[in-house]
């Protein structure tokens, strides 16, 4: 890490260094052009308007204090001024051979060796003169040379802060995130006690309280685990002792008389029953789980569908007292696994039945949407309710409220959990409303299509 941050350091003082020397040292000579190519103009306009001999030289003189030497010559290459100048023969050569043999009017700026240099070809009193104006830049070139050195300096001092940050940093972030790697590993090995604490960083301290929570749910969904194996074992030891117990009695007792031996065989059957049903869910959580079960998409006929399922339950109203509340729209239909639909509908309708008041009273509703475009199933009972705490949890493998029922207990806590699974993967909309001693109200929205679509 610590590599990668010097790496990055060097690389961003690298670049600006770069650009510096090469921004600046651009800048300043192209300043310098233009600065010479501006007074090479304005002698030539001082020369145009006839100034005399004296004006010239002050006006020479004036620009010699900044560095900026001009020169004024006879076509011929005889020195017109300054006066006081001494060996000329080299500026001369160098001018002539750029403007000599061009028209009066010609300038040009250029830059030759150290030196920043205008020339044109004027016409001065009546005759053809050669100006040139020139400027050393090698200050230009010391100064940044000087900055070069200057910006190394800063560079390499910034580049030791670099290290030293990135160096403490990575070691308190590796730090942490050891310890933090020490601790999962604790907890891959079963130990919950465990707590991941790291508060150096915001982003560590969210990874301490997400891994935390992974902790919990690890913790939760074990303790669930234990608590099915218990139910489970429970409830298959519970039916499988009845039909012992019934069928030794058969055997020893109510063998000879056909109305005992009936209600004996028939206790047998109802727990045979309650262990297939209990496989079954079983069998289709873990099914459900491993997503070995694919969703065959079909078009049917929902209302056949919950017609069929509420006779199922029809026992409970002639043998029970249960009433059976219905308001079912006609020829609704909608595309979805109907195998499994009817598993959630079954589903819903036997925990309404079960967990519904007094008054044994089950409201089922079967309803499409204003737009046409949903079909609501709903069923609404009128028990217990379930409070807020447990309301999110019921949808959980293995979770049963504390004991409501009002039916023999027949469930595992496995119902809601095959809901849900089959539901999230046909994406319908599904949901529960309840509460607490006023009933609860499981809904599901299907696609509503028309009967005639077959895919
Ligand atoms: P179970 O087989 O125990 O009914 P489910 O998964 O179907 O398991 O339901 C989980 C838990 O949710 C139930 O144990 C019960 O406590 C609660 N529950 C489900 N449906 C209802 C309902 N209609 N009214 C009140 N509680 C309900």
Not at 75 to 88: C, Q, R, S
């Given at each position: 890490m610590t590599a990668y941050f010097c790496v990055l350091a060097f690389l961003m003082i690298f670049l600006i260094e770069i650009c510096f020397v090469i921004l600046v040292s651009e800048t300043l000579e192209n300043r310098a052009r233009d600065k010479i190519s501006l007074i090479g103009k304005e002698f030539e306009a001082t020369l145009q308007s006839g100034a005399d001999e004296k004006t010239l030289e002050d006006s020479i003189n004036r620009n010699r204090i900044d560095g900026i030497n001009i020169f004024l010559f006879t076509?011929?290459?005889?020195?017109?001024?300054?006066?006081?100048?001494?060996?000329?023969q080299s500026i001369l050569n160098e001018v002539a051979s750029r403007v000599k043999q061009e028209e009066a009017g010609y300038n040009i700026t250029y830059r030759s060796g150290d030196a920043v240099s205008y020339a044109s070809k004027i016409e001065y009193a009546g005759k053809p003169h050669i100006l040139f104006v020139t400027y050393s830049v090698s200050i230009v070139r010391d100064t940044v040379l000087n900055l070069q050195l200057y910006l190394l300096i800063i560079g390499l001092c910034v580049f030791a802060a670099a290290v030293l940050v990135s160096f403490a940093f990575s070691k308190k972030l590796t730090s942490g995130l050891k310890t933090m790697s020490d601790t999962a590993v604790l907890l891959a090995e079963g130990?919950?006690?465990i707590q991941f604490t790291n508060a150096d960083y915001k982003e560590m301290a969210q990874l301490s309280d997400t891994l935390n929570y992974v902790r919990d749910e690890v913790k939760k969904s074990e303790d669930f685990q234990h608590e099915i194996l218990a139910n489970v074992t429970h409830d298959l030891k519970t039916p499988l002792t009845m039909i012992k117990a019934y069928a030794s009695m058969i055997k020893?007792?109510?063998?000879?008389?056909p109305e005992k031996r009936d209600k004996h065989l028939q206790v047998i059957i109802d727990e045979a029953d309650r262990l297939t049903g209990l496989v079954n869910d079983v069998l289709s959580v873990s099914k459900l789980q491993a997503n070995m079960t694919e969703v065959k998409l079909k078009v049917f006929n929902l209302t056949e569908l919950v017609y069929g399922i509420i006779n199922k339950f029809g026992y409970l109203q002639e043998t029970q007292g249960y009433s059976f509340m219905l308001d079912i729209e006609q020829n609704l239909y909608t595309r979805a696994d109907e195998e499994k639909i009817s598993q959630v509908i079954y589903n819903l309708l036997g925990n309404a039945a079960n967990y519904t008041?007094?008054?044994k009273t089950v409201y089922i509703s079967l309803n499409s949407s204003m737009d046409g475009k949903r079909v609501r199933f709903a069923v609404k009972d009128t028990g217990k309710g379930i409070s807020k705490k447990d309301l999110s949890e019921i949808?959980?493998?293995y979770y049963r409220v504390n004991e409501n029922h009002n039916r023999p207990v027949k469930g595992t806590g496995l119902g809601l959990n095959i809901v849900k699974a089959i539901l999230e993967s046909h994406s319908f909309d599904f949901g529960v409303e309840s509460e607490v001693e006023k009933g609860s109200l499981f809904w599901v929205d299907f696609p509503c299509v028309p009967a005639e679509i077959e895919i």
């Open positions: 076509a011929e290459g005889e020195l017109v001024a300054p006066d006081d100048y001494g060996d000329i130990d919950y006690d020893e007792i109510s063998g000879d008389n008041g007094e008054d949808w959980n493998r």
